[in-house]
């Protein structure tokens, strides 16, 4: 398992802790420092298990208002380096 901490721009929280897979195929961990609790703790739930191309897919660009972006899309923004980063080791 590949883990890193994301510091997310536009957005309440301050850090996302993402994981994924050795291969960086999956979503195995993903937590939020900050923002709207239930629904970030909502969106680590629905995401956890999933495919990271396939929740990328689903959730990049997602914005929030005027921000120009939200958590899911920062989100997606840090499993992207995840996984990148961990095909980089493998």
Request: charged share 25%; glycine share 8%; proline share 3%.
């Amino acid at each position: 398992m590949y883990q890193m901490d994301f510091t997310p721009t536009r957005v309440c929280p301050r850090n996302i802790h993402v994981a994924v897979s050795d291969d960086g195929a999956t979503v195995e961990e993903v937590r939020f420092d900050g923002g709207c609790n239930g629904n970030t703790k909502a969106v680590a739930k629905l995401v956890q298990g999933k495919p990271v191309d396939e929740v990328v897919e689903l959730l990049e660009g997602n914005l929030c208002g005027h921000r120009g972006t939200s958590c899911a899309d920062q989100m997606t923004r840090a499993l992207r380096q995840a996984q990148e980063a961990a095909r980089a080791l493998a």
